[in-house]
């Protein structure tokens, strides 16, 4: 019998997970992401990206339609970019660091709309985010796009394809073509997180969120997709992975199960790009040997690995950012801000701020060296050391590998909820924030997630 393709495997595992099959510790990290996915949500809704997509959606209706976070709904497939646009905009959501980097946790706005509009409850979506997880995560294992010119949200197109899909009903014949379909049509493009960046960027993974509901919705009607879609003479592993793609065993087709991939993913304890963190951790603790003053700060320089020099340190628009999206993926402008202010949240990323002259100066001062040897220590860590030379010749030197929610340095249940209540009580107050922690908590037995959705009108 030749082996099965890597589609059918996906099919397989996908119809053949269940709640009872997940860890303890997989579903209460779940929770956990749930929690901080609407944290960042609420966070972003200030942005004029998300009343635009939002002005889009409410044009549209579904039967049967989605909520959108914020209020109103629309289609599965518009609710998906919305509230995906929200989830991924501030770059505040969880990350997954090895050959290819990625954001996970944007799996949700596929979870949300396609469970919702198949009337699922919280131990489905549970399942799904897992799965999700699951198989975006091998995929960035087996093989980097980002070398090829190619965006991570590509593999997140297949996860949410698969994940609506197990939401949607599908059988194992349809989610292989479902994964056909998703596979054929959403390859992006890396210029998306290259030079200045754009409003795009938010949008990315919301898009193929989008895409994936959209596949599995066609292929649960019985549309067919390309197939080998992997394995093809024209397909994904020829054109876009370019090379040796053999993702491990998912989830409990390993023979030596050493837990899901949902717990060896990392909270975000900043809102600004993953490799930057370490760099923030390592400023602020600078910045207390500084007493919290720079002005006697002649030089910054930030040793650092490969991935980050080329993801946020090597572009010179980096230094003097004019969109948040550039501020928030620039390694000295982060850097000069933890630094200088002693913290970096949302107001950081305020253009008010990312183009104060003092600020500016600061940043100015940084020099940014990729360090070959910092790099063989990465994805398990993402070291970055900065040394700030004094004007007086003193040099304080930081290094810092596992940032607080790193998984090896994870926040705690009480850090989470912190963070959610810092970006959420300003806009509904804390009794109502007190009612959505307490669904997020119990989200297994939520009757369906329209229900916490409609918690954030």
């Known amino acids: 019998m030749p082996a099965p393709t890597l589609a059918a495997r996906l099919a397989k595992y996908a119809t053949e ?18 929690i901080d996915s609407l944290a960042t949500a609420v966070g972003a809704m200030p942005a004029e990206a998300y009343h635009t997509a939002k002005r889009c959606a409410l044009r549209v209706s579904g039967n049967p339609g989605a909520s959108l976070l914020g209020g109103g709904r629309s289609s599965p497939e518009w609710a998906a970019f919305v509230n995906g646009l929200l989830i991924r905009y501030l770059d505040f959501n969880d990350t997954y660091l090895s050959k290819e980097p990625a954001h996970p946790s944007d799996n949700f706005a596929a979870v949300f709309a396609a469970g919702e509009a198949a009337g699922r409850g919280g131990r489905d979506l549970i399942t799904a985010a897992v799965l999700a997880y699951e198989i975006q995560c091998r995929f960035c294992d087996a093989a980097s796009l980002r070398r090829h010119g190619v965006d991570h949200v590509t593999y997140g197109a297949i996860s949410s394809a698969v994940a609506a899909g197990k939401l949607l009903g599908l059988d194992a014949g349809k ?18 997180r290259s030079g200045e960046l754009s409003e795009w960027k938010g949008c990315a993974f919301a898009n193929a969120a989008r895409n994936g509901v959209f596949a599995a919705t066609l292929a649960g009607e019985g549309l067919s997709g390309p197939a080998p879609i992997f394995e093809g003479d024209l397909g994904f592993f020829r054109l ?44 602020l603790r600078l910045r207390q040997e500084l007493g919290g003053d720079v002005s006697n700060v002649k030089s910054i320089d930030i040793e650092t690995f490969e991935a980050s020099y080329n993801i946020i340190g090597k572009y010179p628009q980096a230094w003097t950012p004019k ?5 928030d993926h620039s390694l000295p402008y982060c850097t000069a801000a933890a630094l200088m202010d002693g913290d970096v949240y949302l107001p950081t990323f305020d253009e008010a701020r990312f183009t104060d002259p003092a600020l500016l100066d600061l940043t100015g001062k940084v020099q940014v060296h990729l360090d070959d040897a910092l790099s063989t220590r990465y994805p398990k860590g993402i070291p970055n050391r900065i040394t700030v030379t004094l004007n007086d010749g003193r040099k304080l030197v930081q290094e810092v590998e596992f940032p607080r929610g790193h998984a090896g340095n994870p926040m705690t249940d009480q850090e989470v909820e912190a963070k959610f209540r810092r970006a959420v009580e300003p806009k509904y107050g804390k ?20 229900e916490l959705i409609g918690l954030f009108d």
């Open 17 to 34: 997970l269940t709640f009872e099959k997940l860890t303890p510790e997989a579903v209460h990290e779940a929770k956990r992401r749930v």
């Open 175 to 192: 989610l292989v073509h479902a994964v056909g379909i998703a596979g054929v049509c959403n390859v992006a493009l890396r210029q998306t």
């Open 240 to 283: 876009v992975s370019q090379g040796a793609f053999d993702p491990a065993p998912f989830g409990a087709e390993l023979g030596n199960f050493d837990g899901f991939m949902i717990n060896k993913t990392y909270i975000k304890f900043w809102p600004a790009e993953y490799h930057s963190q370490s760099a923030i951790d390592a400023a």
């Open 323 to 327: 969109t948040r999206e550039t501020a």
């Open 431 to 450: 009794p109502k924030v007190d009612a959505m922690l307490a669904r997020c908590w119990d989200f297994e037995s939520l009757p369906g997630v329209g």
